[in-house]
């Protein structure tokens, strides 16, 4: 009962420390991470003309050479070379212009459909994953411990 | 980061030919860390949790990408160590964090518009290492690619070990 205790213990202690960076990487991104700024610059676009951002977002709708990204405040992305369509996956990274729009210097599109064979994809990875797994191990009492026939080195 | 497919066969192409050769690496092993390999994608647990709600009920915002980070990724690989026998713990940690630094270090492959990768050494550094630029995650030559190599990993593992180890 009190290796039970005690495990108990330390996988509280574990989820702790886990939920602890996570918390603490979300409050400190924003000072570190070049995503997290840009979108600082982003929410307040005049007081950032002229600073480079680059962001990840999902197109709107596409005008020409400009796309609409789903961002708050809505924002326009020029000079878009990239074949993007509603509905795509866009990286971009560009300036800030005076109107507040970004002049795109480098746009990244994943499309819509490839990002849905993706999900496909990496769920059967993760029935492949398990399925691996249990195939080597076997639940006896509360713990993980070989199947029979494997080696115990 | 690639699909999720190609960093679990990218374990298995790694580490499965280290079963060959050296002693005491089992089959197990290697699945443990394909378990590791899928920690970091726990951050997807994001496109079924709605953020805004989350984000009001905190009073601010939480980012699932953290999980996609060395720390979180090291206390959830100790959790799942702690699922396993007693003195298994410590190997079974080895493996799920071997797993889910493949997945950080396979993840710098992927293309990025700002040139920079993630600080994905949280909490050690906020360094954020350049990206190499080979792929993108919606690509689907990287998961054929890794099918085809494991698939010849496998097939070499039937010769070497016909009975499976």
């Known amino acids: ?153 | 980061m690639p699909d999720l497919l190609t960093h679990v066969l990218a374990v298995f192409v790694v580490l499965k030919p280290a079963t060959w050769w050296i002693d005491g690496v089992e089959d197990r092993h290697v699945a443990t860390a394909m378990i590791g390999t899928v920690l970091p994608d726990l951050s997807k647990v994001r496109l079924v949790v709605p953020a805004e709600a989350l984000r009001e009920w905190l009073g601010r915002p939480l980012l699932f990408a953290a999980i996609h980070r060395l720390g979180p990724v090291a206390a959830l690989a100790g959790l799942g160590a702690m699922c396993f026998e007693r003195d298994r713990r410590a190997p079974a940690f080895a493996w799920l964090i071997a797993g889910g630094a493949l997945h950080l270090l396979l993840d710098l492959t992927v293309k990025r518009a700002g040139g920079v990768a993630p600080p994905y050494l949280y909490p050690l550094t906020w360094w954020e290492p350049p990206a190499v630029g080979l792929l993108l995650s919606s690509d689907s030559w990287p998961w054929i690619l890794a099918a085809a190599v494991a698939t010849v990993v496998w097939v070499i593992d039937r010769r070497v070990d016909p009975g499976g180890s």
């Open chain 1, 1 to 153: 009962m009190a290796g039970t205790g005690r495990r108990l213990l330390v996988m509280a202690l574990l989820f702790g420390l886990f939920l602890g960076m996570v918390a603490h990487y979300s409050a400190a991104a924003d000072r570190h991470v070049t995503t997290r700024q840009s979108a600082a610059k982003l929410a307040a676009p005049a007081d950032h003309v002229g600073e480079s951002v680059y962001f990840w977002s999902r197109v709107e709708a596409v005008e020409g050479d400009t796309i609409v990204v789903s961002r708050s405040p809505r924002l326009a992305v020029t000079g878009v070379d990239a074949d993007a369509r509603a509905g795509d996956a866009v990286q971009v990274y560009g300036v800030i212009r005076p109107d507040g729009m970004v002049a795109a210097e480098r746009v990244i599109v994943s499309a819509r459909g490839d990002l849905t064979r993706l999900y496909a994809v990496s769920t059967l990875a993760l029935v492949l994953a398990v399925a691996c797994f249990l195939r080597s191990w076997t639940v006896n009492g509360a713990a993980f411990v070989p199947r029979e026939g494997e080696s115990d080195a």
